[in-house]
């Protein structure tokens, strides 16, 4: 179970680093968040996957899911969505006012 | 007692939130961010001084004991640079009413510097790797916040490519803190550091330095992954710029030079190496683009660089000396650059220009700004009796010292292209005729030149003040090559 998931996280890098290299900004938007999928499955697939047991310690449970990776995770996820939403609006205006989304002609010059 | 390590994170906290409700009263917001800020400063100089005195403070937040739990971790260095970050955000805040216009200050400009002293003093002062993460994220939120206060063309394209290049090496962050906790099983600091010795596959542990160097080395902007820093660096207000310059980066030096001397410290030769010749191409490179260019932010931006050099060449040699002399460059350093910034975008605002080639005579209407530029630049370019100076002897010293005659060579030579760059904005700027067609504006140029002043004096203290500051700096070399203390203080067992 560890090595599919770890494989689905090297999928999702791949995809994401494919996405990151576009011209287009949204697509290195989703290029992003494609990322950070990847870098939360690996959390997970990190702190051993045992299927069906409480991510609990108290008396007369035995068998138990480390914690800590779910509460890692949790932050991870609503920091990389709140960025995410930010960078949204960002390349929203940044678009409006550039009057182009293609990061090749976003690149700007030394003389300005 | 130990609840002293969370007030430089909890005041800031509150007073940002606080600040964001009564943002349409732009004098009351002033005088309140004042306020907190001396406030601020006051707290953190006294948490400092019973640090000095009686040890590093631990606190355990939420009363969970030390390896489970998050743990704040307030030792000399830490709070060291809590106190430098502060006395900068107060120059800040006295520059920033002046040059912030109306409009940006009603977008809750005092609410996100008040986050950004947050996330900067929580990175400092945390002992636990994930909760680093959280910091790092929370002064990057700020800093997405204020990059983009004001939203003009130009700045809003550099924002998009900082917010790209931060957002990629968090999440790389968080990707290596997996893969280290799947190693040692841990995420608090000196328990990390305790399991490292332990573990038996070192190679593992290698690869995954180098993956937290590469984090760690894209905020502090090492070659080669500093080409995002200058021109995202110079588009925001110059008080934005100054924290940037003055405090983003050296998160990034100073959790590099944590965790290399906490945590991996089992592979000398190869790490450590690795970073010499880094610094070597980070101070040439840096060096190179101070020159090539006639905007004056630009220049300053690019001296971020080679300091970033001088620190890493520092940790790079690894013996007591270099480290006081990486940490006192790294004080020295956070001093300057704010400085520098705020006199340059003073500079702008008073001229209406950043080209040099368009500037000239300055010092007839605004001596006191001149004079100011003239001693930060020596003390940037380590002129002595200023406090580039000491950091630089101590890191050449000890280069020769070790055998390290090649980065002893660059080193100098960087230093001397610093001081050229400085003294070419000195010399075009500054000198030159009088052009009496210009109205000199003295109220405005006097406004800015307070906050300045206060920087520059501090500045200068750090330099002959040495007998002071360095004792103190010794203190915290000896006590970082030596993790055990650190790691007994958390975990005493």
Redesign the interface.
Known sequence: MEIITSMLAGILFATGVYN?LQKQ?LR?IIG?AL??H???L??L???KLKRGKPPILVEGVENYVDP??QA?IL??IV??F??TS??LV??Y??SL??ETDNMEE?R?S?H? | MSNLAVLPILIPLLAGIFSAFINKKTKMVRIFSILVSIINLIVVSYIGYTIFQNGSIILETGGWKAPYGIVLVADMLSILLVITTNIIAVACIFFARKSLSQQQESFYFYTFFFFLITGVSGAFLTGDLFNLFVFFEVLLMSSYALIVLGGGKIQLRESIKYVLINLFSSILFVTVVSFLYSVVGTVNMAQIAERVQEVEQKGILTTIAILLFFVFATKAAVFPLYYWLPKSYIVPNPVVSALFGALLTKVGIYSILRVFTTIFVYEIDITHQFFLWLAALTMITGVIGALSTNNIKLIISYNIIPAVGFMLMGIGLYTEASISGSIYYLLHDMVVKGTLFLIVGAIVALTGTSDLRKMGGLIHHYPVIGWLFFVASLTLAGIPPFSGFIGKLLLLQEGLAQDQIAIVIIGLITSLLILFSMIRIFIQAFWGEKDDTITPNRVKSRAYAWPIAFLVAFSVFLGVGAEYVYPMVEDISAYLLDPSQYIDSVLKE
């Open positions: 990151l900004m290195i992003t990322l950070s990847g870098a939360h690996f959390i697939t990190m702190g800590l990776p890692l932050t991870s920091i990389s709140g960025v930010f960078l960002l390349a205006r940044a006012l550039n976003l700007g030394d300005e």
